[in-house]
């Protein structure tokens, strides 16, 4: 990434655009991903179906977000559009509720782990991205 970083003149609009466009449709995939897996999850939680509820809806707000996300514009791409890092926890209505009075401090710093866990553990760019290396 380093050198992506370091050599960034040397690629084009087109370049920075296919990385921007492989990144929002891992995010919208990965929003969907989020959404059936908690559905999954949680189909038979009758104690707290209210929260369920919510936290269905917020995600499924999430996902309507990201799909609303703009093709990134293979002319004008650049550097920044590809550092744009999304992130579903982000999301407002899905970051209003975590920070309600729905979930204690442990809990958000539990889920807050949990999330970084899992952000460490995806790719940020294509594969094709890290190798790359100096010519």
């Known amino acids: 990434m380093v050198y992506l ?20 449709e891992t995010y919208r995939r990965f929003c969907e991903k989020l959404l059936m897996e908690y559905r999954e999850a949680t189909w038979d939680m009758l104690d707290d179906r209210d929260g369920v509820e919510n936290f269905t809806r917020a995600l499924e707000t999430a996902v309507k977000r990201a799909h609303a996300l703009p093709d990134p514009d293979p002319e004008k791409a650049r550097l920044s559009d590809a550092f744009s890092i999304r992130n579903t926890y982000d999301d407002p209505d899905v970051k209003a509720l975590i920070d309600s009075d729905r979930f204690t401090p442990g809990k958000r710093i539990e889920l807050q782990n949990a999330v970084q866990d899992l952000l460490l553990r995806q790719p940020l760019f294509p594969l094709e991205c890290y190798a790359i290396q100096r010519a």
């Open 5 to 24: 970083v370091k050599n960034r003149g040397s690629f084009g609009p087109k370049f920075w655009c296919s990385i921007t466009s492989w990144q929002i």
